[in-house]
């Protein structure tokens, strides 16, 4: 099987967050022997905000499917917790927004997140995200890309969300209902989702980009584990989005903790790309069989 198989999908790839420990550079000449066509951008990976970096993918064979930014979440996270305020945060992404759009494809996707509920307000993180989403999808539509909303897990409640489950992110971003703002699909966030299959169906064409990973009972809320080697039930998942009609890309995407046993950024990353490219078919292959 090969990219240029009609039964594979054409922009399968992997996040920078899946190779952490390498450079921005490395990470396009690995991606690339490993049959990728997709990236996912990681803004950190670029070495004293070299924007200009970006520039390399015009000659590259990979095609930009989503970017996170260091700051993605509209109230404080575990990856940025700072500025405070959430409107100096919002500027901060639509600062990202303005520096990268011009080196990624018409309506690509820029990951965003709610950050952890002050003072337990859940409430009240929900709505002023829903304000911001407003925001930023007619800042991302006005340079040509979008937003793509992300729930996370409910591991990450006290750290990084206040928004668990598919269907919560998706009442949202039918709140929002913006052309411009979408939703992300991880499956180790959404994976324990209630009736998950069915809420995949109610998102319909709303589904702005899909990462892929692997469960077992983290030991962090960085335990992310390689396609096919933990619980979740990837093949209907797969199954599911691919019946929506989704045409974007797939992206592997592993967080994972240098301090752990057994963590993939320990281990020979290169085969890490290669196991779960593997993997990825096999799934892709089961998925198509009714």
């Known amino acids: 099987m090969h990219n240029g198989d009609s039964t594979f999908p054409a922009r399968f790839g992997y996040s920078e967050f899946t190779t952490w420990p390498w450079s921005f550079e490395e990470d396009l000449r690995q991606y690339a022997a490993a049959r990728a066509t997709a990236i996912e951008i990681c803004e950190f990976k670029l070495a004293h905000k070299d924007y200009g970096a970006l520039g390399d993918l015009a000659t590259s064979a990979l095609v930009p499917s ?55 307000n859940f409430r009240k993180t929900v709505e002023r995200t829903v304000e911001a989403l407003k925001e930023l999808g007619d800042f991302a539509g006005e340079r040509n890309v979008r937003i793509a909303f992300e729930p996370l897990s409910p591991v990450n409640i006290h750290t990084d969300t206040a928004v668990w489950y598919l269907d919560q992110g998706l009442e949202i971003v039918e709140r929002v209902a913006n052309p411009h703002v979408g939703i992300c699909i991880d499956t180790w966030n959404v994976w324990q989702t209630p009736n998950l299959l069915e809420v995949i169906r109610q998102c319909g064409d709303r589904i702005a980009l899909v990462q892929l990973s692997d469960w077992k009972t983290p030991r962090s809320t960085a335990d992310r584990y390689s396609l096919g080697t933990g619980e979740i039930p990837l093949v209907p998942i797969v199954r599911a989005i691919r019946q929506t009609g989704y045409r974007g890309a797939w992206v592997v995407e592993i967080l994972s903790s240098e301090h752990l046993d057994g963590s993939l950024w320990k281990r020979d990353l290169t085969e890490v790309l290669r196991e779960n490219r593997r993997a990825f078919e096999r799934i892709w292959s089961e998925a198509g069989a009714e």
């Open 66 to 120: 989503s970017v996170q930014m260091e700051v993605h979440s509209v109230f404080v996270d575990s990856m940025a917790n700072k500025p405070q305020d959430p409107s100096d945060r919002i500027a901060e992404m639509k600062n990202a927004i303005v520096r990268t759009a011009p080196y990624v494809p018409a309506g690509t996707p820029f990951v965003v997140i709610t950050g952890v509920p002050p003072a337990g």
